[in-house]
């Protein structure tokens, strides 16, 4: 029968149409899904790049960087016969003072050598770069620091000495942080505990802070 071939024609070609619209609806879903899963990855890509420092600002933040000028000795330097030993030990101890310094990681420690001439010439001028009025800050900018701190020791006598460290602020000029200590004997040991107990107490006192201080 035509008419009914017909017919059955009409419904097979309306039938493949609907199959065609619902086949366009369902790649239309699976590209918008795939969208949406592709936004949500790179989402989850850049949290796991990210880390612990994008949850954390403070721990993104580079500690500042520090110059640590020689230790000077002042007071009562005891006579002649006792500078060649003063001088080996302000050698000896201002090494230990930045490496215990570095150790710590409050600071990025910043090498001396590029403005050691400048350094020399204002030793030449100074008695001590501690008291210069700020001299130091112009070592400070040379080195592209943040901070630069001087420390001396202050020797009463043989027995009674004392260990005062500042740390000078490069940009401000002021002083951000000073703290003295007492000790007993001018001799290496005595002053390697001084030296070491100074940087414990710098580390706990920034600890103790927390970045509130």
Known sequence: MPGASVHGAAQRLAANRRGDHDSVGYHARLVKTGLALAVLLGAMAGDAAA??????PAAAASP?????????????????EFT??????LQTES??????????????????APAQAAIDHLKAQQQYLHDCNGCDLDVGRQLQ????????????SG????LTYEIHDVESGQISA????????DSDIAWNHAIDYMV??????SAACSGNC
């Open 51 to 56: 880390g612990p420092a994008a949850a954390d």
């Open 64 to 80: 500042p960087k520090l110059v640590v000028l020689d230790l000077e000795l002042s007071g009562d330097l005891g006579g002649p």
């Open 84 to 89: 060649a030993e003063h001088a080996a030990r």
């Open 95 to 112: 090494a230990r003072l930045r490496s215990d310094l570095a150790a710590t990681q409050l600071y990025r420690l910043v090498d001396n």
């Open 145 to 156: 620091a943040d901070l630069v701190m001087v420390a001396w020791v202050d020797r009463v």
């Open 159 to 162: 027995l009674i000495l004392t």
């Open 178 to 185: 000073r703290k003295s200590y007492d000790f007993r004997g």
């Open 200 to 205: 414990r107490d710098i580390k706990r006192e």
